[in-house]
């Protein structure tokens, strides 16, 4: 039984609520908004917005990296990065009661993620990643068996490269939530690729 607080198997990244105005009335339950790039009033709005639209539907929103805006915003849950830990005041982020999953890569970042008790612990790129460079290399299947052991309970989320075909053998391998990108925002029709995933993971 994983302690995913009743989170979906299926866990797509926008990085705009306009992605929402388009996917959320097809069935997305969760849904992380990575904003990148933007002046911070900006970033702000797009925030506000996306957690109203989810709220409107009830889907889990995480926000990726602003964890101040998110407590300003009275979002539930944050999702950071290794480098994001250096700066983040965990402490303050507990208080808020926020909701935490943490990115890992290796051992070492795996340990410090599980010393900040996360909700979940993501890991990536499973496979090979077109999002963003990487140091890392593909993980593979044997290292989602290998964290879900480590873990156990806690809720293991694979990320990178992740496509329909690959999602059945992330899950058999331990994962209990797929995180998608470009594989929905870089097709030709994302809408019908979403519902492809929808019906995948359910």
Not at 57 to 68: H, K, L, P, R
């Amino acid at each position: 039984m994983s302690l995913n607080h009743g989170l979906d198997r299926f866990y797509p990244i926008f990085d705009h609520p306009d992605w929402l105005e388009r996917m959320l009335p097809l069935g997305v339950k969760l849904v992380q908004m990575r904003i990148k790039d933007l002046p911070a009033t900006d970033v702000r709005a797009g925030l506000h917005r996306a957690q109203q639209l989810c709220d409107a539907v009830g889907a889990t929103m995480v926000v990726n990296d602003y964890w101040e805006l998110a407590i300003d915003l009275g979002c539930s849950w944050i999702h950071l990065g290794q480098e994001d830990l250096d700066d983040a005041d965990m402490s303050a982020i507990r208080r808020a009661g926020l909701n935490i999953g943490i990115s890992t890569h290796d051992e070492e970042e795996l340990e410090r993620a599980l010393a900040e008790q996360p909700d979940y612990v993501a890991l990536g790129p499973v496979y090979p990643t077109i999002l963003k460079k990487m140091k890392w290399t593909e993980q593979g299947l044997d290292r989602v068996r290998k964290w879900k052991d480590r873990i156990g309970d806690l809720s293991l989320v694979g990320i990178g490269g992740m496509n329909i075909d690959r999602a059945p053998g992330v899950f058999a391998a331990g994962a209990d939530i797929v995180s998608v990108v470009t594989d929905i925002t870089l097709n030709e029709a994302p809408e019908a690729r979403l519902k492809d995933w929808i019906e995948a993971t359910r």
